[in-house]
């Protein structure tokens, strides 16, 4: 088998092949990025350490990266604070305990001359399937997204006996 010219030659060649079809799929299909352009409204992804007790939850689209960090949780009340890459306009805030349940925004107190970081306090979560709302402006441009909240509470390894 391995005698044949014909064979070796398709064993060399259609690894290459693969590679370049793999490119150029990519390469015509992928959306291009672009700048956010000022009065639009953009979706910001939660990342992966929303879903976990750490205390922090990361949102991101593109460059625009804020960061939200559970700074105190009692049976009443939660304060978070948000640091930011880029100055913000504003910020507004909701908790509710369903995607579809509707609750009144509240705003983000900026706690630095330079609007990187802000703090806020929410009613507590009613459980780890509460959402957290957030609609951020910055540059005239906004950004929108939502996430659970299990990251408001931030356990170790270290916490269990």
């Not at 690894?15 to 299909?29: K, Q, R």
């Not at 990187?116 to 609609?135: F, G, I, Y």
Request: with cysteine.
């Amino acid at each position: 088998m391995f005698k044949n010219k014909h064979f070796i030659v398709a064993l060399l060649v259609a690894p290459i092949l693969s590679i370049l079809a793999y490119v150029g799929t990519d390469l015509a299909l992928s959306e291009k990025p672009h700048a956010a352009k000022k009065g639009e409204a953009y979706k910001l992804l939660s990342k992966s350490n929303c879903r976990y007790t750490s205390g922090l939850c990361d949102m991101e689209n593109g460059e625009f990266k804020v960061q939200f960090r559970s700074e105190s949780l009692t049976d009443e009340q939660l304060v978070l604070s948000l640091k930011a890459k880029l100055p913000l306009q504003g910020i507004k805030v909701s908790l509710v305990d369903s995607l579809d349940a509707q609750s009144t925004p509240i705003d983000m107190q900026r706690t630095s001359d330079d609007d990187l970081n802000w703090t806020v306090t929410l009613p507590a979560p009613v459980s780890d399937e509460s959402w957290l709302r957030v609609a951020i402006q910055a540059d005239d441009t906004y950004y929108y997204g939502d996430t659970q909240t299990p990251f408001v509470v931030y356990e170790t390894l270290l916490d269990q006996e």
